[in-house]
């Protein structure tokens, strides 16, 4: 039978970032209070726990990949909410927000979670950010400790 490799949620002793964008804050402070929830009800404690927050989502990336070279964290959750209606130059934001997020993953090898919401009108936002839809934020941090854990077993061996 082949080994199989999983990642599991116990977040204790793991390190985590948030890197949080301050545009549409209505939102992305509903996806931060998520994420922590999540990562506290998992085992991280709070003084494992570093929040940065950044301009917007445009900003992400950088700081995330700032935080992934100093080598301090397991993983990394990035959130913004980036909402067509609100910003005249949605694609350009969005696109490059998930690439850039993307590229630390790849980049650095820690786990460097996209919980950027896109979505067409406020409305959808929040609903994805703790209405109806559940948090985006929550779900963010899950895998980020789920896959920090796999990482480790693929490590470990």
């Known amino acids: 039978m082949p080994k199989e490799l999983n990642g599991d949620m116990n977040g204790q002793g793991l ?7 301050r545009f549409n804050e209505v939102i992305t402070r509903q996806l931060l209070t998520g ?9 991280v404690r709070d003084d494992d726990i570093s929040v940065a927050w950044v301009a917007g989502s445009f900003e992400l990336p950088v700081v995330a990949k700032s935080m992934a ?15 067509r209606g609100e910003t005249g130059h949605y694609e350009m934001v969005a696109g490059n927000a998930t690439s850039g997020i993307g590229s630390v993953s790849l980049e650095t090898g820690i786990p460097t979670v996209f919980g950027v919401l896109t979505t ?11 209405g109806k839809s559940g948090n985006v934020g929550s779900n963010s941090a899950a895998t980020a400790i789920e896959t920090a854990r796999l990482i480790q077993a693929i490590n470990t061996g």
């Open 120 to 130: 067409e009108t406020m409305e959808q936002a929040i609903n994805r950010s703790g």
């Open 15 to 21: 390190r985590v970032a948030v890197v949080v964008a």
């Open 35 to 43: 994420a922590l929830e999540t990562l506290t009800r998992h085992g």
């Open 69 to 83: 070279k100093t080598g301090r964290y397991d993983s990394i959750i990035c959130l913004g909410a980036v909402i």
